[in-house]
Nanobody, 118 residues
Framework: VQLQESGPGLVPSSQTLSLTCTVS??????????WTWIRQPPGKGLEGIGSIAYSGRTDYSPSLKSRTSISRDTSKNQITLHLSSVTPEDTAVYYC???????????WGQGIRVTVSS
């Protein structure tokens, strides 16, 4: 199973950050799996952004919920993150992560570094 994040490495402040996670070796609709976006700002710990389940149900971090949307394209086996109104505080490495029914965060993408310019 491989997860590959893609998207712009530089986003201007106040714009919307959009990232795509392309999944291979598994289907994003595999029962009980869910797909999470996690980020790590420079010098800080990991922060969960939100998830989309095999059913399409989404859950978001309360602190980011107002600015976050996660969707999927089952025909392309892709998960997409949209984070609106970004600021330099959103600068981070963004990861796409799979979880199975009984194993949390078992497969990680390599991550993509995103810088928000002020």
């Amino acid at each position: 199973v491989q997860l590959q994040e893609s998207g712009p490495g530089l986003v201007p402040s106040s714009q919307t950050l959009s990232l795509t996670c392309t999944v291979s070796g598994d289907s994003i609709t595999t029962k009980y799996n869910y797909w999470t976006w996690i980020r790590q700002p420079p010098g800080k710990g990991l922060e969960g952004i939100g998830s989309i389940a095999y059913s399409g149900r989404t859950d978001y971090s309360p602190s980011l919920k107002s600015r976050t949307s996660i969707s999927r394209d089952t025909s392309k086996n892709q998960i997409t993150l949209h984070l609106s109104s970004v600021t330099p505080e959103d600068t981070a490495v963004y990861y796409c992560v799979r979880s199975e029914e009984f194993v949390t965060h078992d497969v990680w993408g390599q991550g993509i570094r995103v810088t928000v310019s002020s």
